[in-house]
């Protein structure tokens, strides 16, 4: 029966957390997945998402269904965060969103409504990417090519070529972009940079789709999203896919948000009635909890407050431990330069490290990175950061 169905070898992201469960040797440590672990190497609860929760389950409530683009008090509260709450695309009511189970939701039903509507557009992704955009693309019916960005020669971008590339392709070409905190190399382009791309964006009418699931992380909550609010400025027909995964540490709940900015009210309308219809067609409604939960944080000025010290301790952290790696490899291994690993920015590292020395890492140190050499840096901690370069230093003498 079904002997022809192809076999999947799954994910090898969440495949490595398995191997990494399995092992028993006491001193590992989990840098592979992209999860938030706070100095005790736990995965928070937020005292801002707590207190919620709280209030929650003291008076619990129906559970109605939402409608098909989610909760409406969701739904501003992301339009606030991502584009500042008085940008005029937004005053406007030019900006369709809805509510969509993560991010990964998000880029799902973006994907789905482009290949319909732009059934001839190619789609882009940075070379490299996070491969689930690669994936969600794809299962879209999309083709999708890759564009030039990390030089591992100069840990920075091939600014040069990219911007090239962008300049060669046709009208409606859909590009996947990071705004912040890429993933998985953690560089990044500057302001200036972004001006320039989103110049060439305008001149050869390209649809930017700019994937935020790290916001707060980088630089601050406004700043990181620089990219997306000069691109709503500009007026280019951008769309949004955001996260709050990790930046309310609410993985499970599967809370992200799809954003469309048009040149008009009118085209929103028509948009966000396509977003209702392709949500309906997928999963017909989004799942409530999260959302509550993620409306009242962003929606109540203390516990906003409350929110932002606390991704911003979050992000801290990981600078600290960006920099306590440094400083022992920087000792350690003379000779070579590690400045990448601070001016990275977000959860990710590139290392430089190669296939063979992420095996010896995991074989002999029981430490895990992607085979790419990617780090997630929020799994470092006081703890381990000392073990953790030491088993670096030693695969790279
Ligand atoms: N986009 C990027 C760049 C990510 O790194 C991730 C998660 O790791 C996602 C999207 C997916 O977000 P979510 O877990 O909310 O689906
Ligand atoms: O580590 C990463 O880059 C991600 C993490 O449903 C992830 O792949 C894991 C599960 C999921 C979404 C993202």
Not at 125 to 131: E, F, H, L
Not at 184 to 193: F, I, R
Not at 311 to 318: E, N, Q
Request: aromatic letters at 12%; proline letters at 6%; charged letters at 20%.
């Amino acid at each position: 029966m079904y002997r022809h169905v192809e076999f999947y070898a799954g994910d090898p992201i969440l495949s490595l957390v398995e191997v990494y469960n399995r092992d028993t040797r006491a001193e590992k440590v989990n840098l592979g997945i992209g999860i938030y672990f706070d100095s005790e190497g736990k995965m928070p609860v937020l005292e801002s998402v707590g207190r919620v929760e709280h209030d929650l389950a003291t008076s619990p409530r129906p559970c109605p269904y939402l409608p098909m683009e989610g909760l409406a008090a969701y739904r501003s509260a992301v339009q606030n965060l991502l584009f500042g709450a008085s940008h005029p695309a937004l005053t406007e009511g030019r900006i369709a969103t809805i509510q969509t189970l993560g991010g990964s939701g998000a880029l799902k039903v973006g994907a789905d409504f482009l290949h319909r509507w732009f059934p001839e557009a190619k789609a882009y992704v940075s070379d490299p990417t996070w491969d689930n955009h690669k994936g969600i693309f794809e299962g879209a019916g999309f083709e999708v090519g890759t564009y030039p960005y990390y030089d591992p020669a100069t840990v920075g971008v091939k600014f040069d070529e990219m911007t090239a590339f962008f300049d060669s392709l046709p009208e409606n070409s859909v590009l996947i972009l990071h705004p912040c905190c890429h993933n998985p190399t953690g560089v990044d382009l500057s302001p200036e940079q972004w001006d320039t791309v989103l110049e060439i964006i305008r001149k050869r009418k390209l649809i930017p789709f700019m994937d935020i699931a790290y916001q707060g992380f980088g630089g601050d909550l406004d700043s990181d999203a620089y990219a997306i609010r000069k691109a709503a400025e500009m007026g280019l027909p951008l769309f949004v896919s955001n996260s709050f995964s990790k930046n309310l540490s609410l993985y499970g709940e599967r809370v992200g948000g799809l954003s469309a900015v048009c040149p008009s009210k009118e085209e929103a309308d028509i948009v966000f009635g396509q977003f209702k219809f392709t949500v309906r067609r997928i999963y017909s409604s989004p799942a409530a909890h999260g959302a509550y939960v993620a409306a009242e944080v962003m929606n109540t000025p203390e516990l906003f407050a409350l929110w932002q010290s606390e991704v911003y301790a979050m992000r801290d952290r990981i600078r600290a431990m960006r920099q306590g790696l440094y400083d022992v490899l920087a000792a350690k291994v003379p000779g070579r330069n590690f400045d990448y690993f601070i001016k990275q920015r977000g959860m990710f590292s590139y290392t430089g490290l190669t296939v063979e020395q992420v095996h010896r890492l995991r074989d002999e140190f029981a430490v895990y990175l992607l085979d790419s050499g990617r780090m997630c840096v929020a799994g470092l901690n006081p703890a381990n950061i000392e073990y953790v370069a030491n088993a670096f230093a030693e695969v790279l003498k």
